[in-house]
């Protein structure tokens, strides 16, 4: 089984919310991401999402901006992204979901890309800039590798759309928590509950909700109205702040605010 | 066999108009919308308000009464005598979009989008602009409306451009400068899409040029379409005939698609794009993106795109800030395909010396922009007849540009 299914699978029947984690790859290093993402698995954290860094992105705000020019700046490829992954594989089995543009996705081409990710052990992709009319392709193509392509519902989504949305979706759903960019918002919004409740009835697929969640107040929050908790900006943050200093420190330092983040998603009462 | 023929070309040319784009917005495979969920909605409903607009004869009444009375259209075919003389070729035709209010073709599309941002009731505009002409053209359309704007530019074109930027605060504009990436219009375009992502409730993004999502390549376009409708009507009574060649240039493809269009089905009337050369044709010196570049994903639609192997979009160079983009529209893609329109390019020297002497020769001082086009014109009259015709579409007053040029050429203003 996809280790993103066999996940929430073992989450559900427990019946607890998954958390997890946002980091962009090669920032500042692709040593340190791989330092990271096994010290968010020793630390609790359920699945990783690993941002492919792109020139040009419009779906993301203003600090995974930052954080993409910060990996690009040393000239990181898709290639090497795929190989960090597979060295993660040596040491653990922590379910990892990558957020890649179309521009890129586009660029190296679908059927290559899910290959060669499947081979690197990565368990499916977000694809922030690709609606749902234009992803037939990939998620035709991941289907076959049982790789899986989860797709976005945003507040906006129209009924027509969330229908078509859940309908295709792959692994979970990702819902766009505040409408707007990734960043952080500090309130999440209060019709969030009646929205997840009314697509939790359309689908037996899990619902994760990012974009906003920044503080352990938050994430728990979120917990209680949805099956995933992703944070990204504010981790992206907390490793920019550490970034000066040695990467044993920054890892430590960063794994313990995601801890305190697992602590809070998970501690529903 | 000559029936046979005309019946072909009126398949052909029927084909054309009710194909392209498809209904999801393809051009062939370009265009589309990539664009991140929140996006979708927003798009939905612009498209929809604006195809009713479009079959409305209130809106057309209103949008040409502006465009006549407030723009100044029609803008005039001008005989280039002196230029035509010295080159020796056919005859030279300037499209006189520089003396539309505002001094751009831009001002077509910014008034026909303020328009129906209005009629979508959103009290807010947002732009991206490069050489600040549609930053201006915008910020002129908001104020006449009294609606509050926006404009993201980048640092970078803040300082090549600082009179744009000056007019854009006298109109009562707010111009935010953006400072990621090359400072260049693809990052403003990025700050002002996401701009949008958080406010679309009530803001109407103005995208400048027939470049990002569906429906915006469309409808940017059939706001464009009157230079070419203008030209079509002008030439016929100027010469009692269409001309052998339109010559344009081409940033995101606005202005060239605009006086290109009318003419599309008339399969004797060459389409030329000309594209920035820059210093010369390793990546990072120019944006000569038809010329030189690859399909890809940039900015909502596919097209073609100066991008590295990994897709990371590359370093483009333009002494023209309005062409300064590794993009472009996915209907020149499209036309280059076909083999409809041919895309060709000239270097910042060239086009320097084509505002030059332009000016002298007949009195007006063309955007760089447009410099660009008369450049390529310069080498290729020589070696046609004289008994063509060629029409340029002069898309803009070179007013702007006089600190640039002057800089380039070593004087200090
Ligand atoms: C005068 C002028 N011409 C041309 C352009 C290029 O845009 P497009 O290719 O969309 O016409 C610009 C853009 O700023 C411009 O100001």
Same mark, same amino acid.
């Given at each position: 089984m996809n280790r993103i299914d066999a996940k929430f699978k073992e989450l559900k029947e427990k019946g607890v919310p998954a958390f997890i984690p946002f980091i962009t790859a090669g920032d500042p290093s692709l040593d340190t991401t791989r330092e990271l993402i096994l010290e968010f698995d020793r630390r609790g954290a359920d699945m990783i999402e690993l941002g492919v860094p792109y020139s040009d992105p419009i779906a993301d705000g203003p600090v995974i901006q930052s954080s993409y020019y910060r990996a690009l700046s040393s000239g990181i490829k898709l290639a090497d992204i795929l190989e960090l992954v597979r060295d993660v594989r040596k040491k653990s089995e922590i379910p990892i979901v990558s957020m890649v543009s179309q521009s890129i996705l586009f660029k190296y081409g679908c059927?290559?890309?899910?290959? &060669?990710?499947? &081979?690197?052990?990565?368990?499916?992709?977000? @694809?922030p800039d690709l609606p749902i009319e234009e992803a037939e392709e990939i998620i035709e193509a991941g289907k076959m590798k049982d790789f899986k392509v989860a797709c976005f519902i945003a507040p906006t989504t129209t009924d027509d759309r969330v229908d078509l949305i859940v309908r295709k979706s792959q692994g979970f759903l990702y819902y766009i928590s505040v409408v707007g960019i990734t960043g952080s918002k500090n309130e999440l919004a209060e019709e969030l509950t009646n929205n997840i409740r009314k697509i939790k009835k359309a689908t037996s697929l899990p619902v994760a909700l990012g974009f906003g969640i920044s503080t352990p107040e938050?994430?728990?929050?979120?917990?209680?109205?949805?099956?995933?908790? @992703?944070?990204?900006?504010?981790?992206v943050r907390e490793i920019e702040k550490h970034s000066n200093q040695e990467s044993s420190i920054l890892v430590n330092k960063v794994g313990e605010f995601v801890e305190e983040l697992v602590n809070s998603t998970k501690n529903q009462n | 066999m000559k029936t046979m023929t005309n019946n072909n070309i009126n398949q052909s040319e029927a084909f054309y108009a009710q194909n392209v784009p498809d209904k999801s917005g393809h051009f062939g495979e370009y265009g589309g919308k990539f664009v991140p969920e929140t996006l979708m909605p927003a798009l939905e409903q612009l498209e929809k308000e604006y195809l009713k607009a479009k079959e409305d004869p209130i809106f057309n009444k209103e949008l040409k009464y502006y465009l006549n009375e407030y723009v100044g259209r029609p803008s005039p075919l001008y005989f280039a005598r002196r230029l035509t003389e010295k080159l020796n070729g056919p005859k030279i035709y300037l499209k006189r979009e520089d003396l539309n209010h505002t001094g751009a073709h831009k001002i077509n599309n910014t008034m026909g989008q303020v328009l129906l941002a209005i009629r979508m009731g959103k009290k807010r505009i947002i732009a991206e602009t490069g050489a600040g002409q549609h930053g201006v053209a915008t910020a002129t359309a908001a104020a006449m409306f009294g609606l509050e704007c926006d404009v993201y530019m980048g640092e970078e074109d803040i300082r090549r451009q600082s009179l744009n930027v000056f007019k854009m605060k006298l109109l009562g504009a707010n111009v935010i400068p953006v400072k990621t990436g090359s400072k260049t219009l693809k990052d403003a375009t990025n700050e002002a899409l996401r701009d949008w992502m958080s406010s679309v409730v009530n803001t109407h993004y103005i995208i400048g040029s027939v470049v990002g999502p569906h429906p915006y390549p469309v409808m940017v376009r059939d706001f464009q379409i009157v230079i070419g409708q203008e030209v079509r009507e002008q030439i016929q009574s100027a010469e009692g005939r269409l001309p052998d060649y339109i010559i344009a240039c081409v940033g995101g493809g606005s202005n060239a698609i605009g006086i290109f269009y009318p003419f599309i089905e008339d399969k004797d009337v060459k389409l030329?794009?000309?594209?920035?050369?820059?210093?010369? +044709?390793? #990546? *990072?010196?120019?944006?000569?993106? !038809?010329?030189?570049?690859?399909? *890809?994903? %940039?900015?909502?639609? %596919?097209? +073609?795109? %100066?991008?590295?192997?990994? *897709?990371q979009t590359s370093q483009v160079h333009s002494i023209s800030a309005g062409l300064d983009y590794p993009g #472009? *529209?996915? =209907?020149?893609?499209? /036309?280059?395909?076909?083999?409809?329109?041919? +895309?060709?390019?000239?270097?910042?020297? =060239?086009?320097?010396?084509?505002?030059?002497?332009?000016?002298? /020769? =007949?009195?007006?001082?063309?955007? !760089?922009?447009?410099?660009?086009?008369?450049?390529?014109? #310069?080498?290729?009259?020589?070696?046609l007849d004289k008994d063509k015709v060629i029409v340029i579409n002069l898309s803009g007053s070179g007013d702007k540009d006089s600190f640039e040029v002057a800089r380039k050429l070593g004087i200090d203003l």
């Amino acid at each position: 089984m996809n280790r993103i299914d066999a996940k929430f699978k073992e989450l559900k029947e427990k019946g607890v919310p998954a958390f997890i984690p946002f980091i962009t790859a090669g920032d500042p290093s692709l040593d340190t991401t791989r330092e990271l993402i096994l010290e968010f698995d020793r630390r609790g954290a359920d699945m990783i999402e690993l941002g492919v860094p792109y020139s040009d992105p419009i779906a993301d705000g203003p600090v995974i901006q930052s954080s993409y020019y910060r990996a690009l700046s040393s000239g990181i490829k898709l290639a090497d992204i795929l190989e960090l992954v597979r060295d993660v594989r040596k040491k653990s089995e922590i379910p990892i979901v990558s957020m890649v543009s179309q521009s890129i996705l586009f660029k190296y081409g679908c059927k290559e890309f899910v290959k &060669n990710a499947v &081979n690197a052990g990565l368990d499916g992709a977000t @694809i922030p800039d690709l609606p749902i009319e234009e992803a037939e392709e990939i998620i035709e193509a991941g289907k076959m590798k049982d790789f899986k392509v989860a797709c976005f519902i945003a507040p906006t989504t129209t009924d027509d759309r969330v229908d078509l949305i859940v309908r295709k979706s792959q692994g979970f759903l990702y819902y766009i928590s505040v409408v707007g960019i990734t960043g952080s918002k500090n309130e999440l919004a209060e019709e969030l509950t009646n929205n997840i409740r009314k697509i939790k009835k359309a689908t037996s697929l899990p619902v994760a909700l990012g974009f906003g969640i920044s503080t352990p107040e938050q994430a728990r929050t979120a917990g209680k109205i949805a099956d995933g908790v @992703i944070v990204g900006s504010a981790i992206v943050r907390e490793i920019e702040k550490h970034s000066n200093q040695e990467s044993s420190i920054l890892v430590n330092k960063v794994g313990e605010f995601v801890e305190e983040l697992v602590n809070s998603t998970k501690n529903q009462n | 066999m000559k029936t046979m023929t005309n019946n072909n070309i009126n398949q052909s040319e029927a084909f054309y108009a009710q194909n392209v784009p498809d209904k999801s917005g393809h051009f062939g495979e370009y265009g589309g919308k990539f664009v991140p969920e929140t996006l979708m909605p927003a798009l939905e409903q612009l498209e929809k308000e604006y195809l009713k607009a479009k079959e409305d004869p209130i809106f057309n009444k209103e949008l040409k009464y502006y465009l006549n009375e407030y723009v100044g259209r029609p803008s005039p075919l001008y005989f280039a005598r002196r230029l035509t003389e010295k080159l020796n070729g056919p005859k030279i035709y300037l499209k006189r979009e520089d003396l539309n209010h505002t001094g751009a073709h831009k001002i077509n599309n910014t008034m026909g989008q303020v328009l129906l941002a209005i009629r979508m009731g959103k009290k807010r505009i947002i732009a991206e602009t490069g050489a600040g002409q549609h930053g201006v053209a915008t910020a002129t359309a908001a104020a006449m409306f009294g609606l509050e704007c926006d404009v993201y530019m980048g640092e970078e074109d803040i300082r090549r451009q600082s009179l744009n930027v000056f007019k854009m605060k006298l109109l009562g504009a707010n111009v935010i400068p953006v400072k990621t990436g090359s400072k260049t219009l693809k990052d403003a375009t990025n700050e002002a899409l996401r701009d949008w992502m958080s406010s679309v409730v009530n803001t109407h993004y103005i995208i400048g040029s027939v470049v990002g999502p569906h429906p915006y390549p469309v409808m940017v376009r059939d706001f464009q379409i009157v230079i070419g409708q203008e030209v079509r009507e002008q030439i016929q009574s100027a010469e009692g005939r269409l001309p052998d060649y339109i010559i344009a240039c081409v940033g995101g493809g606005s202005n060239a698609i605009g006086i290109f269009y009318p003419f599309i089905e008339d399969k004797d009337v060459k389409l030329i794009g000309v594209e920035a050369g820059g210093w010369g +044709y390793d #990546v *990072g010196q120019h944006a000569a993106t !038809l010329s030189c570049g690859e399909k *890809g994903v %940039l900015h909502g639609s %596919l097209s +073609y795109v %100066l991008q590295d192997d990994d *897709g990371q979009t590359s370093q483009v160079h333009s002494i023209s800030a309005g062409l300064d983009y590794p993009g #472009v *529209g996915p =209907e020149h893609s499209y /036309l280059k395909d076909i083999h409809r329109a041919d +895309y060709v390019s000239v270097t910042d020297d =060239e086009a320097v010396e084509a505002f030059s002497m332009c000016a002298r /020769l =007949e009195g007006i001082i063309p955007a !760089l922009e447009a410099s660009h086009a008369i450049a390529y014109t #310069v080498k290729f009259a020589p070696t046609l007849d004289k008994d063509k015709v060629i029409v340029i579409n002069l898309s803009g007053s070179g007013d702007k540009d006089s600190f640039e040029v002057a800089r380039k050429l070593g004087i200090d203003l």
